[in-house]
């Protein structure tokens, strides 16, 4: 059981549901019993919390009522209630960890241990994962109580202390440009803490920005004169004289860019590293392109390690993921391109170092370099990476660039390779593992070895699916596991800590590259989600299109994002008459279903769907009596899934006549076939809603009126 007061109060079940805790009065015990979890806490102190000088008439009694309401509201079944009473009051009994108040004071502690150990790279990392667990005002929603109203403000002023942190360590690792901007707003919201008004300062001169940085000193002054009648402090003071004198130690220590060493082995990537390192020796710009959590960045760099050393300046490595918001794509803008600025901040450029700005900064600084640019997560910001790549390849010829992106940058010379899932074999090799460091002594055996394959080949063997997966093992073996996977949005949370946010959940990880679509690419997408085992152009025009665009363009582009695959067939002559059929990876369907029910158009599509193929079995049902049979039989191989799925969908909202239309249709299919089993069961399913109404009252689409 999670509890989170960053924010409004929630609790979180151990299989991460919401619990409903009732009632004004019991949240508000629950939030007084948290600022002290772990603790006991007297009844006469809870009286005096929750009702302060105005207490019921029994207040014993009415808090004893209160306590017994969230005992019941906090226990799960088959474990004890974690409110516990003690001697003279109330105890609420929770590992620390599970409060994310106590998480967030670890993890700023973490910071600071990195940081005074000089690897400013952690400390923003784990400053970072610390203030993302802030969803708003501490103990929103619970009321104004005297122990609230300290606890909240006392993690208030701990979030602001970790912003002023993660500003000084960002500046270290040279992303002065993003800051200039982030920590004026910033700085206006609090004009008089000292420390964040210094990072501001000191972002603006790095970014070339003088004038405003001296200006923001003289305001400041000002007004701490006017409010407080004091001046600015020493450190401050000793700043300013520092911009005022242009001093050097200003810059960060160590330009950042550099790679940290991989935590663990890559797995069943051998042949692709290889792959890769060949097409970096042929083509300046190699793009790896795939699905979320395919292994992108994972395989760039390793990769990267390994043609690094024949490189007389090394590697750098840039990533767009974390932090930057995407602008429209467009031209390169000096200035205002974050991908611009990453760089810079990388290889240690500031904008004032050319009279042309940033990007002919770089320009200039790349030319005489033989280097390899690592340059992580384009999708984001694909028209100004696009852009800035072309123009620093132009510049420098002795630069090649590595880009990971889930689609390609587009560029004349680019070499695209998409990397594949795993293997079923690797997969499974990655999965026990994983679980194997989250469960010592974990191996996979004659008894587990088919849940093994099944969680692999259900979670289409992408790594970070796996890995998110083995890690739960520990609490429910592979069995439970296996047969919770219809669930897996829910089941697969919690990923390792150094992750940023959008790789720490199955659902974040596809939410990621839903977020980047266009409007006709989200609508196509949901609506490809009614089909079972693939669909042909064919299908997808049929049932997917509407009069508001056509389906060919954001099919070809979420081919190109990777979020649906396109498969030859393996017969020419098919290929030459069928071509290529389309497959959404079972992850991406499981998630484009809920957007197909949120958007409210599943009915509809259901019967579009019902629709398309029971026309196709009708010409089917003439076609395989006639000369073409073998052909019609193999194109009803092909969409055996989609026919089973579109008469089982029938039968289930009880849509009898196109049910029974679909499966007469499909009589003489299975005949030939020799499915007879299916031909009977099938048909007498149909019989059996026959007489029952279509869903919503009317006649099924195709069936008849």
């Not at 992750?499 to 720490?504: F, K």
């Not at 197909?596 to 599509?605: H, K, N, Q, S, T």
């Amino acid at each position: 059981m999670r509890f989170l007061v960053l924010g409004p109060l929630t609790v979180l079940a151990s299989d991460g549901r919401p619990l409903d805790v009732p009632e004004a009065g019991v949240r508000a015990l629950l939030a007084v019993l948290l600022t002290e979890a772990g603790r006991a806490v007297s009844a006469d102190r809870l009286v005096d919390e929750l009702w302060g000088g105005r207490p019921p008439r029994n207040p014993a009694g009415t808090l004893q009522t209160r306590v017994s309401r969230l005992r019941r509201a906090l226990t799960e079944p088959g474990a004890e209630s974690p409110v516990e009473s003690r001697h003279s009051g109330y105890l609420l009994r929770v590992a620390p960890d599970a409060v994310d108040a106590h998480r967030f004071a670890t993890l700023t502690a973490r910071a600071e241990a990195a940081g005074a150990a000089g690897d400013q790279r952690a400390r923003a990392a784990l400053l970072r994962e610390a203030l993302a667990l802030w969803n708003g005002e501490p103990f929103a929603g619970v009321g104004d109580l005297p122990a609230l109203r300290s606890a909240a403000a006392r993690l208030a002023e701990q979030r602001l202390t970790a912003v002023e942190a993660l500003a000084e360590a960002r500046l270290e690792l040279g992303e002065h440009h993003a800051l200039s901007d982030e920590l004026t707003a910033l700085a206006a919201a609090h004009p008089l803490r000292e420390r964040l008004r210094a990072a501001q300062l000191r972002a603006l001169w790095l970014a070339g920005r003088q004038a405003e940085a001296l200006a923001g000193y003289e305001s400041l002054r000002v007004r701490l004169a006017e409010e407080l009648g004091v001046d600015p402090g020493p450190e401050l003071a000793a700043l300013h004289r520092a911009i005022l004198a242009q001093d050097p130690d200003l810059r960060p220590a160590t330009p950042s860019g550099g790679r940290g060493a991989p935590l663990t082995a890559l797995v069943g990537r051998g042949p692709a590293v290889a792959t890769v390192s060949r097409l970096l020796d042929a083509h300046r710009l190699v793009t790896l392109t795939g699905s979320g959590g395919v292994g992108k960045t994972r395989l760039a760099e390793e990769v990267a390690e390994r043609v690094g050393a024949g490189r007389p300046d090394g590697v750098r490595t840039v990533a767009l993921g974390g932090g930057v918001d995407a602008p429209a794509a467009g031209p390169v803008s000096v200035g205002g391109n974050a991908v611009a600025e990453r760089l810079g901040a990388a290889l240690g450029v500031r904008e004032d170092d050319s009279p042309g700005g940033l990007l002919d900064a770089l320009r200039s600084r790349l030319r005489p370099l033989r280097l390899l640019l690592l340059l992580d997560n384009c999708e984001h910001l694909i028209g100004p990476a696009a852009a800035t790549v072309r123009e620093l390849l132009a510049a420098a010829p002795g630069l090649t660039v590595l880009a990971t992106s889930r689609e390609p940058l587009g560029l004349p010379g680019e070499a695209v390779w998409t990397v594949p899932p795993l293997q079923q074999a690797d997969a499974e090799a990655l999965f026990a593992a994983r679980a194997g460091d989250a469960t010592p002594g974990f191996a996979v055996t004659e008894a587990n070895a088919a849940a093994v394959a099944t969680i692999c080949r259900r979670l289409d063997r992408l790594p970070l699916a796996l890995e998110l997966a083995a890690a739960r093992v520990r609490a429910l073996g592979v069995h439970a596991l296996a047969a919770r996977l219809d669930d897996r949005f829910r089941l697969l949370t919690g990923g390792a800590h150094g992750l940023p946010p959008r790789q720490r959940t199955l659902r974040a990880v596809i939410d990621w590259s839903w977020d980047l679509l266009a409007p006709d690419e989200r609508a196509l997408l949901r609506r490809l989600s009614v089909f079972a085992d693939g669909l042909d152009l064919a299908g997808a025009e049929a049932v997917c299109g509407d009069e508001r665009g056509e389906v060919v363009g954001p099919l070809v582009r979420l081919v190109d994002r990777s979020l649906v695959t396109a498969v030859e067939p393996a017969d020419a002559g098919e290929a030459a008459t069928e071509g290529p059929r389309y497959r959404l990876p079972e992850t991406v369907a499981a998630y484009t279903r809920e957007r197909l029910a949120e958007a409210g158009e599943l009915a509809d599509l259901q019967a579009r769907h019902l629709a398309h193929y029971t026309a196709l079995a009708e010409r089917g049902a003439a076609g395989v009596r006639g000369p073409e049979q073998a052909g019609w039989l193999l194109r009803l191989d092909r969409e055996s899934g989609n026919l089973r799925a579109a008469l089982d969908g029938a039968v289930r909202r009880r849509d009898g006549a196109g049910a029974l239309r679909l499966a007469i249709a499909l009589g003489w299919y299975w005949f030939l076939r020799g499915r007879l089993t299916e031909a009977r069961r099938s048909l007498g399913e149909a019989l059996a809603v026959a007489g029952a109404p279509a869903a919503g009252g009317a006649p099924a689409a195709g069936g008849p009126a």
